[in-house]
């Protein structure tokens, strides 16, 4: 719900919502129904069949996540149709024109309606793919990270250990990651937001509990 964001949104009053605990509650009701019919839980709010590709790739180390959420997708270009959608890229991100005038009257002049974008720097990637790893695997695999980005193991654990801290008592850490456990992966959000290097104004975004 961002009614400043999109002036339609309005019309539904906020206290007509449900409050984050009455939203809790009935994912956790969505979640046990889930599971009582056989479906398994993938990551932090998907479900799928057990014979489901996301479920075959959960198992098999190869769940990816993207901001539009759970994928076996291993493609490294998604592309965005329609006013104000996200591209990415290998470089960065590419938004097209949020409003729908500006995007049609560009496409109709055989223009792109790109308006803004950002691109990736070295530490933008480690941190992406380490949160990647926290929301598909609740854990933080060390070894991988001081493989392919330019991060000692100690700079990584100093990394690490402040998250640990900032959850004391809830989560693992060790020489081969940190780990969150079962019981903690309600806070799988807000364990990721502390890689986030940009940590945006929460109150621009739409809440998910």
Known sequence: HVPWMA????????????????????????????????????GIDHFATKDDGLSIAQKTGRLRRNFQGYTDDTADVLIGLGASSISRFPQGYAQNAPATGAHTGAIREGRFSTTRGHV?????????????MLMCDFHVDAEEITR?????????HNLLSEIDRAFAG????????????????????????????????????????
């Open 7 to 42: 002036k339609r949104q309005q019309m539904i009053p906020s206290d007509a919502l449900p409050t984050p605990q009455e939203r809790l509650a009935l994912f956790d009701t969505a979640r046990r129904l889930f599971l009582w019919d056989g479906y398994d839980e993938i």
């Open 120 to 132: 990736f720097s070295p530490e933008d990637r480690m941190r992406g793919r380490m949160i990647e």
């Open 148 to 156: 392919d980005f330019a991060i000692t193991p100690a700079a990584l």
């Open 170 to 209: 809830h989560l693992k850490l060790d020489e081969t990651g940190l780990f969150i456990p079962p019981e903690a992966r309600p806070l799988t959000r807000m364990i990721a937001r502390q890689l986030d290097a940009y940590e945006v104004n929460a109150e621009g975004h739409s809440s998910a509990i």
